[in-house]
């Protein structure tokens, strides 16, 4: 498959880096110029000046801009006089849909949304690691298969989502992903409370933190769950709930709910 890239940020970077042993990256195109170039000099492709220029050599084209930008990237496309029959459109946006290229069916055009479950800290290293993303596509069915089959080919498992469906699908990465920072920083600032200072904190709490996660990765939550609510150690749980305080006994009051639920699936138990 023929690839090009609008935007040379570390989204678009790595997934051409990763997927140029195996396709042709024609190349980049920027509000950059140089960022252009330095993706494409990465990469083994070219930098163009003008999408004008790039989107008619390729099959495909991936508009890697911030999610506030992809719209208004497309309506520029959208704008030009480019033939678009029979090309896939493609952004990696995790919480935008197919849905933002409005118009593409009168230019014969097919769109798609494919998100790396993974995050892309580095625009020159992360291409090493994104063999183990989970990715998930949504989009026109005209297409989709080669869609698929362009990430699946790499070895990557893929799941095919409803475009109806892709904020929740967000939600649900954030939760996993982001939400565990401020989770984190809540244990953090009940250990301050305790005498430790910030630094020795976060120290203190991420082999406990590290291993469970590791444990989660690797044999899922039901086997890695431990703790009083696994235990049906209700004492403990109300002596934590006592000493809790505002939001974050709040917090641990609604989590603990699902821990039970879990605990119950764990040991075949409805109560």
Request: proline share 3%; charged share 20%; aromatic share 8%.
């Amino acid at each position: 498959m023929k690839l090009g890239f609008i935007g040379a940020g570390k989204v678009g970077t790595t997934l051409a880096k990763y997927l140029a042993p195996h396709h042709t990256i024609i190349g980049f195109t920027s509000r950059s110029y140089k960022s252009a170039k330095e993706a494409a000099n990465f990469t083994g492709s070219r930098a163009f000046e003008h999408f004008e220029e790039l989107i008619p050599l390729c099959d495909t084209v991936f508009i890697t801009v911030p999610d506030g930008q992809i719209e208004l990237v497309w309506n520029e496309i959208l704008a030009s006089d480019i033939d678009l029959q029979d090309k896939n459109i493609a952004h990696c946006s995790g919480a935008l849909s197919s849905d933002v290229f409005a118009g593409r069916e009168e230019r014969g055009a097919f769109g798609y949304s494919v998100h790396p479950l993974f995050a892309v800290p580095s625009k020159t290293e992360t291409y090493q690691e994104l063999h183990k993303s989970f990715f998930a596509i949504e989009g026109d069915s005209g297409h989709l298969a080669e869609m698929v089959a362009l990430i699946a080919d790499e070895g990557n498992v893929v799941q095919v989502i409803d475009a109806a469906e892709k904020v929740r699908y967000h939600a649900a990465a954030v939760l996993a992903s982001n939400q565990v920072i401020a989770l984190y920083q809540r244990a953090c600032d009940e250990l301050v409370r305790c005498g430790f200072t910030p630094e020795n904190a976060e120290k203190a709490l991420a082999p406990l933190f590290l291993g469970n996660a590791e444990h989660v990765a690797q044999d899922g939550v039901i086997a890695s769950l431990t703790g009083p609510a696994e235990r049906g150690d209700t004492a403990t749980i109300q002596k934590h709930l006592d000493c809790l305080d505002g939001s974050t006994r709040e917090v641990y009051s609604l989590l603990n709910d699902t821990l039970l639920e879990i605990a119950a699936r764990k040991h075949g138990s409805n109560n």
